[in-house]
């Protein structure tokens, strides 16, 4: 039973770029949450993909969006990258929208210089 | 509003003796709520969860406790092994976005 995946592990970009994330959730799972971890903090909720649709949003700036398929993978797009924006992104899969465990992948490490 | 509390943020036991790691929650109306570890470098692994209309869950050497009336929560770790040495998040899931303590980092002294 395949666990939740993301690529690429490690990712270097520059100011005013643009980066895509990918995740693909645990085997029968449909729903997909992002969150954002900055150094010695907890994850911060980004957005929640169920049904190929945004469902849920956090305190993000339009800079974020991203994009759910049929297959119930998800990416997370970053518009205008900032210096803030060095984190590690982590995706999270479950079933059915809320009220369920929520599963994390080994997430994305970010770094904007 | 959106807290979720860790008591403190480096806990350092003996290897063998019991772990004690707290949190505090400030939405009453929250009813599921989840521990995860966090190894250096990895992603958040699942632990343990528990729903409001328990008070006491037991899984494999980890008990959480719940106290709806002062909002507590508490992860306990039997026998502490250096494997269990982690930072330690609790979670409140509101609708199913979760919000995270800044958590407690467990050291395991041999």
């Known amino acids: 039973d395949a666990g939740v995946t993301q690529s690429p592990t490690h990712l270097i970009k520059t100011r005013g770029q643009q980066v895509t994330l990918r995740c693909s959730p645990k085997?029968?799972?449909?729903?997909v949450s992002w969150y954002q971890q900055a150094l010695g903090q907890g994850p911060q909720f980004i957005f929640q993909?169920?049904?190929?649709?945004?469902?849920q949003r956090g305190n993000f700036p339009d800079r974020f969006s991203g994009h759910q398929f049929p297959n119930y993978s998800s990416e997370l797009n970053v518009n205008a990258l900032l210096l803030g924006d060095s984190a590690l992104y982590l995706c999270?899969?479950?079933?059915?929208?809320?009220?369920?465990?929520?599963?994390f992948g080994p997430g994305t490490r970010l770094l904007v210089l | 509003g959106e807290s979720v509390g860790l008591h403190l943020p480096t806990l350092s036991v003996q290897e063998g003796d019991n772990s004690i790691i707290n949190c505090a929650y400030s939405?009453?109306?929250?009813?599921?709520f989840i521990w995860y570890k966090q190894e250096s470098g990895k992603g958040p692994q699942f632990i343990i969860d528990?729903?409001?209309?328990?008070d006491k869950r037991q899984g494999q050497r980890v008990t959480v406790l719940l106290n709806k009336t002062v909002k507590h929560l508490s992860l306990q770790i039997a026998a502490t092994q250096p494997g269990d040495s982690a930072v330690y998040f609790c979670?409140?899931?509101?609708?199913?976005?979760?919000?995270f303590g800044q958590g407690t980092t467990l050291q395991v002294k041999p």
């Open positions: 999270a899969s479950s079933k059915d929208l809320s009220q369920e465990t929520q599963y």
């Open positions: 085997s029968g799972h449909d729903t």
């Open positions: 993909y169920y049904e190929e649709e945004e469902r």
């Open positions: 939405n009453s109306a929250s009813d599921y």
């Open positions: 528990i729903r409001s209309n328990m």
């Open positions: 979670a409140e899931d509101e609708g199913g976005k979760l919000i």
